[in-house]
T-cell receptor, first 114, second 118 residues
Framework: AQKITQTQPGMFVQEKEAVTLDCTYD???????LFWYKQPSSGEMIFLIY??????QNATEGRYSLNFQKARKSANLVISASQLGDSAMYFC???????????FGKGTKLTVNP | EAGVAQSPRYKIIEKRQSVAFWCNPI?????LYWYQQILGQGPKLLIQ????????DSQLPKDRFSAERLKGVDSTLKIQPAKLEDSAVYLC????????????????FGEGSRLTVL
């Protein structure tokens, strides 16, 4: 069973607008962590934001925020005021309690248009 | 702080040949991971080391892939013999040993080694 589902293969957004990238997850473990990574064409995976399953508030990091809806098992990434440099692949990942490894989704390719 | 170093960045070989990739994690990071990322997919964990011991190698094709982390620092991933389907980017990552209030346990990745098998 797929643990991380990203249903949007590609997304387009105009510069300066906000965009939401979807992620749903599947786990029976009450303790888990959710991550978003950005992968530019250079190939390196860049950590963006983290949400713990017990965190009461949605995580925010600059222009990135995570819309965490625990009951729906969704952890959508919101990028505000998109910039051309935001064009990249975006991966949602999960780590279950007691494990250090990350399980990744298939990713969403974001293109920011001028 | 130096990041995760990987080499080579690119490698082209013919099927049935062998190849080796090297990774130097961030200093002080006890946990090291090798991920395989096939074009158009998310990274898939091949093997996880804690210091020089293997924690998880359940998805490593052990008939052709091997990895070691001598002395708990650098690591080498080897493929012998390579198959066409091994064409991918091999990502090395490292993380601190324990999560805590100030450590989310995120993985720090290198730039990857892109393998093309002809």
């Amino acid at each position: 069973a797929q643990k991380i589902t990203q249903t949007q293969p590609g997304m387009f957004v105009q510069e300066k607008e906000a965009v939401t990238l979807d992620c749903t997850y599947d786990t029976s473990d009450p303790s888990y962590g959710l991550f978003w990574y950005k992968q530019p064409s250079s190939g390196e995976m860049i950590f963006l934001i983290y949400q713990g399953s017990y965190d009461q508030q949605n995580a925010t990091e600059g222009r990135y925020s995570l819309n965490f809806q625990k009951a729906r098992k969704s952890a959508n990434l919101v990028i505000s005021a998109s910039q051309l440099g935001d064009s990249a692949m975006y991966f949602c990942a999960m780590r279950e309690g007691g494990s250090e490894k990350l399980v990744f989704g298939k990713g969403t390719k974001l293109t920011v248009n001028p | 702080e130096a990041g995760v170093a990987q080499s080579p960045r690119y490698k082209i070989i013919e099927k049935r040949q062998s190849v080796a990739f090297w990774c130097n994690p961030i200093s002080g990071h006890a946990t090291l991971y090798w991920y395989q990322q096939i074009l158009g997919q998310g990274p898939k964990l091949l093997i996880q080391f804690q210091n020089n011991g293997v924690v998880d190698d359940s998805q490593l094709p052990k008939d052709r892939f091997s990895a070691e982390r001598l002395k708990g620092v650098d690591s080498t991933l080897k493929i012998q013999p390579a198959k066409l389907e091994d064409s991918a980017v091999y990502l090395c990552a490292s993380s601190l040993e324990e999560t805590g209030d100030t450590n989310t346990g995120e993985l720090f990745f290198g730039e990857g080694s892109r393998l093309t098998v002809l």
